[in-house]
């Protein structure tokens, strides 16, 4: 039987590929800090449209600060604008309802409903691209599926609330929708730059909806610590979240840095349960685990 030849692997590429791992985790856990400035601010008496109106006018000052540092331009063309413009609706869609949800389910659930966009842009893509469902594909539908269930249920047999979960899939299925146009547009622009504009559009998106139909124009943060909360939100959940995702990809490809994204909501339900005091029962971990593994084999049979 011959041998199996010795492969020697470059210290500097090995460093890099360790690099692109602690990046891409540091990206799901700066995400998942999302509830921790949310709920404190809620907390504070801001409406979920103020807090995102903070969190995303933060993000576009550093996000301007950062394609000024790379050199790049800030020139669209039309075919551009109108799909940045798209892409902002559904941030808008997706930010709005993701967090409005923390009103009416714990914020660490909510993170783990999220997580299952990469199940929707699975079906979103076999529906309008026929790309074939493999059985994989429904394998990883049923495990999410009986994950949520346990989850409806929630802990002690408490129901969750059905708003929430409608909130929810809302969110999650508005950023499958902006993934799979990402993904097909492919817009010939960096991912930084990109989610600049997306952002900008955002912000108007959630402006309109803040005077016509929600709590009216954001107020005027009065208190220093309302103004740290909206900084970190702008910062940590948002530019660090996406500069680290961006630089994960490059290092050690998309596939691992989509599996590592799992890290987000567990960082989203320790959040919920060591600061905020939310409950945490066997039945929610075991729908929690549920939905996370069918994700994960979504992330690794696509590679």
């Not at 891409?24 to 409406?47: F, K, M, R, V």
């Not at 059985?135 to 990883?140: A, F, H, R």
């Not at 600061?275 to 029962?281: A, D, R, Y």
Request: hydrophobic letters at 55%; proline letters at 4%.
């Amino acid at each position: 039987m011959p041998r199996t030849p010795h492969i020697v692997i470059p210290a500097k590429a090995g460093i890099s590929v360790l690099k692109g791992f602690l990046l891409a985790a540091l990206s799901a856990i700066c995400y998942g800090t999302n509830p921790l400035g949310a709920l404190n601010l809620y907390a504070q008496g801001y409406s979920p449209e103020s807090v995102l109106f903070y969190r995303f006018f933060t993000a576009a000052l550093l996000l301007f600060v950062v394609v000024l540092a790379k050199g790049s331009h800030f020139k669209i063309t039309l075919k551009e604008f109108g799909a940045l413009v798209a892409f902002g609706f559904l941030f808008a869609i997706s930010s709005l309802t993701y967090y409005a949800s923390f009103k009416y389910m714990d914020a660490g659930l909510a993170s783990t409903l999220l997580f299952l966009y990469p199940l929707e842009v699975s079906v979103l893509m076999a529906l309008f691209f026929k790309e074939r469902i493999k059985l994989w594909t429904i394998v990883s539908i049923a495990v999410s599926m009986s994950g949520v269930a346990l989850l409806y249920r929630g802990g002690d047999g408490v129901a969750l609330s059905t708003a929430g979960l409608v909130l929810m899939f809302i969110s999650s299925l508005s950023y499958a929708i902006y993934m799979v146009m990402a993904n097909r547009i492919n817009l010939q622009m960096g991912a930084v730059k990109m989610t600049f504009y997306a952002i900008c559009f955002c912000l108007v998106f959630l402006l309109l909806y803040s005077v016509t139909l929600g709590s009216g124009l954001p107020p005027l943060f009065t208190q220093a610590s309302s103004w740290g909360w909206g900084f970190m939100l702008g910062l940590v959940p948002t530019v660090l979240s996406l500069i680290f995702m961006v630089k994960a990809v490059k290092l050690i490809g998309s596939t691992p840095t989509a599996i590592l994204g799992a890290l987000e909501p567990v960082t989203a339900v320790a959040i919920g349960v060591l600061v905020f005091g939310e409950i945490l029962t066997g039945r929610l971990v075991a729908g929690i685990l549920l939905i996370l593994g069918s994700t994960v084999l979504i992330a690794v049979k696509r590679k």
